[in-house]
């Protein structure tokens, strides 16, 4: 027990003590308790009792009012207090809460903090909390003697570290560019326009702009998905995370749930960020009714929808999924998801790109390269076939006294793989089946005429 003002210990009284001595207070008076980090004594029956008797005695007994404020991180409900309890979730700072708060730092510091540079903070900071919020500002003051529109990267490093640490979220490393992908014209057409907004994100909400919601790319496996979700952080210049509802799945009852209440927060609170989640069909397999799914699956299902719907942070989801026929079609209706893609198997023009982008990426491209024959010969190979192709012959070339790559080089590492078009020929029919009468974009632009 703690002095109110003070916060100076009066008694060494453990919860159960505390509040037997204190149960009959609340004929005294309306009396509150706050209860401060009592979640792990939770679990101790006399302390259930206890609580139990103080919330009955409010309804039962004349002239008796004590109200128990439970102040914690974690949520612990026992369930004989189940019906006795409400839920408050603490909502973080609003736009206009982070705004103030900027100001008043200023006024206190005496320094001026430019307009701009207050719109640029103020969205960094969403989904921090007012303390957090007051140590980056202090770490950008003490580190200049001012505040500036590059004290956003303080933000990002301290959010960094709040991902790391929850553990709930992956924070990924990546390096691939918008220029790395061969083909998929339409879907990289259709991300140019949103990094036009992600680039001015304030203005753009500003001026009335919805902020983008997200994509879900679906196709045939190693054509481009991963180094799609990858290379729209990179052309948005947002960190990326990836959200595995695997990991979020907890051994005891409600756990998976809260983890995916922080998982979500977490997202929000990294915004502007690009969330990957891969393999959706998967995360939530079994959700459309084709067996396989669980009581807590779906749960966790309902709780990501809710949170797509209600999102106001600048969190740019990347849905990439291999069946179509798996993904519950919640996901696929208009609205949920800005835009929906599919991804085929790369046609001429792509092949060609994409063999191109892999020879130069790993400066082997020379002008002896027959493109065209390898265009003929790799028909049915999936990006990642091709990039196997050009490293297998590459390698073949060094070791083969590091002499010149040939087209004959190309050709031979072919013949050692099986295009992903016959590996996989019964599933890409019925996943074609399965893709007509859908309302889905292709990825890639019609073919143009070859030239030679
Ligand atoms: P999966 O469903 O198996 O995860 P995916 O569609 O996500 O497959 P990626 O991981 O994006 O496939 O592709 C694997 C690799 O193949 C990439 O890292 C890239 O090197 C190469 N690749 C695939 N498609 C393309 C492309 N269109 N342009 C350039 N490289 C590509």
């Not at 309306?30 to 029956?45: G, R, Y």
């Not at 990546?174 to 057409?189: A, Q």
């Not at 079994?286 to 699956?297: F, P």
């Not at 709780?303 to 719907?309: D, G, I, P, R």
Request: charged share 30%; proline share 3%.
């Amino acid at each position: 027990m703690v002095d109110f003002t003070t916060k100076a210990p009066l008694q060494q009284w453990s919860l159960e003590e505390l509040l037997a001595y204190n149960r009959d207070c609340g004929f005294n008076g309306e009396t509150f308790f706050i209860l401060k980090d009592v979640h792990e004594q939770l679990t101790n029956p006399a302390v259930i009792a206890l609580l139990r008797r103080i919330a009955e005695d409010n309804l039962y007994r004349d002239n008796y009012s004590a109200t128990i404020f439970i102040v914690s991180s974690v949520v612990v409900i026992p369930t004989e207090l189940e019906n006795f309890i409400t839920i408050f979730d603490l909502p973080l700072p609003d736009s206009d809460e982070v705004r103030a708060q900027i100001r008043q730092f200023a006024i206190d510091n005496g320094i001026t903090v430019e307009e701009n540079v207050v719109e640029k903070l103020t969205l960094s900071f969403k989904g921090l909390n007012e303390f957090q919020i007051r140590q980056i500002l202090n770490l950008a003051y003490q580190d200049g003697g001012d505040i500036v529109a590059d004290d956003a990267v303080l933000v990002l490093r301290e959010k960094e570290q709040i991902i790391k640490k929850a553990g709930l979220l992956e924070l990924i490393n990546f390096k691939e560019r918008i220029e790395d992908i061969g083909g998929l014209e339409n879907l990289k057409e259709w991300l140019n326009r949103k990094a036009k907004i992600f680039a001015q994100l304030e203005k753009a909400i500003a001026f009335g702009v919805d902020i983008p919601k997200g994509i879900l790319i679906v196709g045939y496996p190693g054509c481009g998905k991963s180094l799609s979700a990858k290379a729209t952080a990179g052309l948005f210049k947002l960190p990326l995370i990836r959200l595995d509802v695997g990991r979020l799945m907890g051994k005891y009852v409600g756990e998976s749930e809260s983890n995916m209440r922080k998982a979500l927060k977490l997202a929000s609170a990294m915004s502007p960020c690009v969330l990957w989640i891969d393999e959706i069909e998967k995360a939530f397999a079994g959700i459309s009714g084709d067996g396989g799914g669980n009581e807590v699956t779906t749960r966790l299902f309902g709780q990501f929808l809710t949170w797509m719907q209600e999102k106001d942070s600048a969190v740019f989801i990347v849905a990439t999924a291999n069946d179509i026929s798996r993904i519950p079609t919640e996901f696929l209706r208009k609205g949920r998801f800005d835009e929906l893609f599919k991804v085929e198997l790369p046609n001429e023009d792509e092949r060609r790109k994409i063999i191109e982008i892999h020879l130069k990426k790993r400066h082997k491209w020379n002008k002896h390269i027959d493109i065209f024959r390898l265009i003929d010969e790799t028909k049915g190979c999936s990006g990642a076939d091709l990039e196997a192709v050009v490293k297998d012959a590459i390698e073949e070339a060094f070791i083969d006294n590091e002499r010149t790559l040939t087209t004959d080089d190309l050709i031979k590492s072919l013949g050692k793989i099986t295009p992903i078009e016959k590996a996989l020929k019964d599933k890409i029919k019925s996943m074609e089946e399965k893709f007509n009468g859908l309302d889905i974009q292709k990825a890639s632009k019609a073919e143009s005429k070859r030239k030679s």
